[in-house]
């Protein structure tokens, strides 16, 4: 079974607090974009092998791959082993606030569901997918945009009927969202950058994790600012724990446009894409 494992980015993250389980208190809107990855599942017969391969090097192939994770929740849920070959196509960059890993868990955790004959229904597949990370559960809605609350994993279905065009920017380098959330307390806001709340049509976008990120990582601060400067740009923030910031343009061509200047921009070695949030 071949599934479409899309990315997300967050037209919000407000971050309330620290919660006395060390996570934090969240109020987020996860949009998926049409950035996506491929991901593929097979049901081999008995045993309880699991085979993984992926078209890029840097993801690890063990027990510590989120789609491998998923499967084994799963198999413990549902009751069942059998042996298992997943491949994974990516496309969507990693430790870039796109929520890759977590889209593929939650794209093994609908194929693993349909192979077995559905065994479990959608309120236990959310469970298992709370327990593997906060952005896992919105991708199992078919919704193209959810709200999150608690760590992130209490999600509901969003109305969202804007097909808005996206330029997505990811810097070389990751940021590893536990280190974000553990800077956010003691972090300031850097002068002459702006933080505050952007009021658009679809809502007051905002990302409490740029304080913290941007104190470290001083290139994306300067980002922000400078795709504010650009034609066209409505809005721009960062996506979840980074790297990859965004700008929300009118128009498709104006997204095509500020690609390639923020390409020229960020130099050869960054990641940069147009798209648009999905309908
Ligand atoms: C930043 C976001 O991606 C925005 O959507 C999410 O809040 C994080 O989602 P995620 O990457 O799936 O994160 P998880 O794998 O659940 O958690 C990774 C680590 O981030 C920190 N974490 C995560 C979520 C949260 N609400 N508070 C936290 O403090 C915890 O140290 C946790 O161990
Ligand atoms: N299936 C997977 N795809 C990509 N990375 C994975 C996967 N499984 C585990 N990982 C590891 O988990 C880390 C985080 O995954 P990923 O980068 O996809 O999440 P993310 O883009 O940081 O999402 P977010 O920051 O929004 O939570 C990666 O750096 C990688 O080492």
Redesign the pocket.
Known sequence: MELSSPA?INLWLRILGRRPDGFHEVETRLCKIGIADTVSLELLGTGNSVALTCNVPG??LDE????IKALRAFEQRAGKTHSWRIH?E?R?P?????????S?AAAILRAANELAGQPLELGTLLEIAGSI?A?VPCFLLDTPAADGTGRGEQVTPAEFPWKLPLVLIKPAF?IP?PWAYKQWKDSQELPGVLYAPQICPWGEMVNGLERPVFEKYRLLAALKTWLLEQKGVQAALM???GSTMFAITRTGAESAALAEAAQQWCGETAWVRATETLV
């Open positions: 997300k993801i690890p510590s791959n989120l789609a994974l990516k969507i990693s430790g870039a606030g796109l929520g890759g890993g977590s593929n990370g952005d990751p969202t996506s979840g724990s």
